[in-house]
């Protein structure tokens, strides 16, 4: 029985409201305590541990975590061999990948990358920040920064290499984008050998599962209609091409029920063309979770 526990790491930081969030959604209720690092789950069969982003796939590789959530960057910088369960498309604050880019300040001479040939770079992700500079040729004095990185062209840096997501923080210090390192997005990653044991990997990918589905919800809604039969045709023209609704007989024979899910910014175009069309009782639902 001891055995059937899977150790999660959640990030602490950037993406631990954000992570916490989602998991709530698709089912697990996470609840942090202050001060403590081991926020407690709602699910027997799982261990929670508040880890670092940085750090999370060196635990997870090594197996001291089953698995974790972290972002793709983190996976790249720190070179751990981990097994992708699947991929999360949510950040702090949107649900967009952020990005890593070279900055400098926003009167700066630098133009292109090799423009920092022999200057100096401030970054938390050393290692991409040299295997960008070797891949465009550029030999470049490359520091480690323990964070408010944004504060340190021109008087500590010539340059840095920082994740963006909204772009306010880039803004509000002057700075200007020169290129883009890396894209990333968030990943549920797991240790190769969790991943080869079929009790784990079953939770693992139920879990994965339960996560896109709350992901994939956004943003859209249920509309359920009454129609004439004989109107059916040009009330389903209205609806998205890609859209197969599910039409179900009612109990009178010349009527259906219509029922479709599409994106919620569609719908207030969408309902009175519908009621044009001949659909009644027309109803928009909230939904949360779908599976393709
Ligand atoms: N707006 C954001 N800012 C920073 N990181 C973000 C953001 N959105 C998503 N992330 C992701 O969260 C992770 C950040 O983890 P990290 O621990 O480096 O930063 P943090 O949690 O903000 O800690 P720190 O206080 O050291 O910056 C990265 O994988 C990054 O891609
Ligand atoms: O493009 P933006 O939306 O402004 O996001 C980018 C900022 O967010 C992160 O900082 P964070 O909020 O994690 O605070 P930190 O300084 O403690 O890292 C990152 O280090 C940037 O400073
Ligand atoms: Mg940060």
């Not at 975590?65 to 061999?81: M, N, P, Q, R, S």
């Not at 040299?130 to 470049?140: F, I, M, P, S």
């Not at 990185?149 to 021109?154: A, C, D, I, L």
């Not at 109107?231 to 197969?244: C, M, T, Y």
Request: hydrophobic share 40%.
């Amino acid at each position: 029985m001891a055995d059937r526990v899977l150790k999660l790491g959640i990030p602490a930081g950037s993406l631990q409201e954000a992570t916490a969030e989602l998991f709530r959604k698709a089912g697990y209720n996470i609840t942090f305590s202050s001060r403590s690092y081991y926020p407690q789950v709602d699910d027997p069969e799982i261990e929670c541990l508040l880890i670092r982003a940085q750090e999370m796939a060196r635990y997870v590789e090594k197996g001291i975590l089953d698995a974790g959530i972290t972002g793709h960057d983190w996976v790249c910088e720190t070179g751990a061999k981990v097994t992708e369960i699947c991929e999360l498309q949510f950040s702090k604050v949107s649900r967009r990948p952020v990005r890593w880019v070279l900055c400098v300040p926003n009167d700066s001479p630098v133009q292109s990358v090799k423009d920092l040939q022999g200057k100096r770079i401030a970054t938390e992700v050393v290692g991409l920040t040299r295997d960008y500079l070797a891949k465009h040729g550029v030999t470049a004095e490359i520091e480690f920064s323990w964070g408010a990185t944004e504060v340190k062209p021109p008087q500590l840096a010539d340059a840095i290499v920082e994740v963006t997501e909204t772009g306010s923080s880039l803004r509000a210090n002057n700075l200007r984008i020169v290129s883009e390192v890396l894209q990333s997005t968030t990943r549920f990653i797991a240790s190769p050998h969790a991943a080869r044991d079929p009790w784990k990997r079953e939770k693992l990918d139920n879990i994965a599962l339960m996560l896109k589905s709350c992901l994939a919800a956004e943003g859209k809604v249920g509309l359920l209609m009454n129609v004439r039969r004989d109107q059916l045709q040009e009330v389903v023209k209205q609806l998205p091409a890609l859209q197969n609704p599910t039409v179900s007989s009612l109990s009178d024979p010349e009527w259906v029920a219509v029922n479709t899910i599409l994106d919620e910014s569609v719908v207030r175009a969408m309902m009175p063309r519908l009621k044009m069309a001949g659909a009644t009782g027309i109803v928009e639902y909230p939904i949360s979770k779908i599976i393709e």
